[in-house]
């Protein structure tokens, strides 16, 4: 998985990379033909595919974007610029030229151009941008008419097996449309997020189809193509979209006016159940996930889960692992009722929950400055659960949160840097800001940096 995983981050890279320059513009709309028929069955693969294509490419547009990028000459240390750029593709949303793609497609960029399926170009803005999920939605500038859009289909009535169309601009030729099936629903364990669960697809996808449409039989749009495993950085059969609930959420809070996405949580967190804990609990086969932690009076706690719950479902649909609960609850809107399968004794009962905003306070400028003691010089924060998810860490993490350290400070040389997360101080966790302040020589601390545990004691 660490070898995937580390494929998919060069693969992501790629996909957003090149010279928007060499992008060419798609081809112009498709010319009227006979009518066919869309193929239903084995027999009619001999059919064709071009009434959904017809259908849908028009709503389907490649994307160019320019950014700059601060670089230091690696000889004389001089500090300069260069042009950076990338391509991929994007889906209209709304008539009015909203327009949803990849944030890694435009992220860091500073001019956005799309190219519609009729060689039209316009100018784009990102009005909401979401790291977590990897999507971004834009706004074209001059549109003086109603556009071509895709029906976003968030029911996921999707099947292993269904066919589907994938519709994208890769390596900047144009638009190009490629084939495949459902080959798997519900993948979380990608390492590509920890916030979604992937469509997995063998229509063939390649860099600059990130962003594009992944489409049903009906024309209707199931996923937002975004991430391939890949040996070779090109596509191998096995891709990944993001699903029409994550897309959905995001564009509603991008038109909604809102500044970021925000996304609910139950408050419960466990392990998946193997074959050896499920042979424990007299379960005829490894399935939900053990309820290992309850944050205090969150919405799990006050619906009756408790620690050793097995949970199996959420609103009908199976959980296996925490990221797929995450997406099954984070896909939902703050104050949702959601229906949480459990079993418990060997019983399986369903309990009424309510998904809530986590608790906290995301916002990064109420960071104070340290003025005493060895981290004098750092602007730290109390996490809370809001904060540790905004950052992408664990909502029941808790400590102390280093921001910005001031170049020459006391807290730059002891060692502590940005992101790091003080656990704990003299063995007893941080709970206030003030007592940063205490922070001497001679001082034990447990801090957590990019995912490893460091102890020590400060000299």
Not at 151 to 165: A, K, T
Not at 392 to 420: H, M, Y
């Amino acid at each position: 998985m660490k070898t995937s995983t580390l494929v998919i981050a060069a693969a992501l890279a790629l996909s957003a990379c090149g010279s928007p320059s060499n992008t060419k513009a798609q081809d112009g709309v498709f010319g009227e033909a006979a009518p066919r028929q869309v193929p239903g069955d084995a027999a009619g693969m001999k059919a064709s595919f071009a009434p959904v294509v017809r259908q849908s490419a028009p709503a389907v547009v490649n994307i160019a974007a320019v950014g700059v990028q601060q670089v230091r000459d690696p000889f004389w240390g001089i500090p300069g610029q260069r042009q950076t750029g990338s391509i991929g593709s994007g889906v209209i949303v709304r008539p009015n030229g909203v327009v949803v793609t990849n944030n890694h497609v435009i992220q860091n960029m500073q001019q956005i151009r799309v190219t519609l399926n009729d060689r039209r170009e316009f100018p784009a803005r990102v009005i909401l941008a979401d790291e977590r999920s990897d999507i971004a939605v834009l706004q074209l500038e001059g549109v003086n008419e109603r556009l071509p859009t895709l029906n976003l289909d968030d029911r996921e009535e999707q099947q292993v097996g269904d066919l589907v169309l994938a519709i994208g601009n890769p390596f900047g030729i144009g638009q190009t449309v490629t084939n495949g099936i459902i080959s798997a629903l519900n993948r979380t364990e990608t390492g590509i997020s920890d916030s979604s669960s992937f469509i997995q697809t063998d229509a063939a996808i390649n860099p600059g189809n990130s962003g594009g449409a992944l489409v049903d039989m009906d024309g209707d749009l199931i996923g937002i193509n975004t991430a391939i495993f890949s040996r070779s950085g090109s596509s191998s059969g096995v891709g990944f979209a993001i699903p029409a609930s994550m897309v959905r959420q995001v564009v509603d809070a991008a038109v909604g006016g809102a500044t970021a996405v925000v996304r609910p949580w139950l408050g419960v967190k466990g392990d998946s159940v193997n074959q050896d804990i499920a042979s424990s609990l007299g379960l005829d086969r490894p399935r939900g996930i053990v309820v290992t932690d309850l944050y205090p009076n969150g919405p799990a706690a006050r619906a009756g889960v408790r620690q050793g719950d097995v949970i199996t479902a959420v609103d009908g649909a199976e959980v296996n692992d925490q990221n797929g609960l995450n997406f099954r609850v984070g896909s939902r809107d703050p104050g949702d009722a959601i229906q949480v399968t459990v079993l418990r004794d060997g019983r399986s009962q369903t309990l009424s929950a309510r998904a809530q905003r986590l608790p906290g306070d995301a916002d990064l400028d109420q960071a104070r400055l340290i003025r005493t003691g060895a981290l004098s010089g750092a602007s730290v924060l109390v996490l809370n659960p809001a904060l540790a998810d905004s950052l992408g860490g664990d909502p029941f993490a808790s400590g102390l949160i280093v921001g910005r350290v001031e170049r020459g400070s006391f807290a730059q040389t002891t060692g502590f840097q940005p992101g790091d997360l003080i656990v704990s101080l003299n063995d007893r966790p941080f709970t206030s800001i003030e007592q940063a302040g205490g922070v001497t020589r001679g001082s034990r601390v447990v801090i957590q940096r990019q995912g490893r545990q460091i102890s020590g004691v400060i000299r």
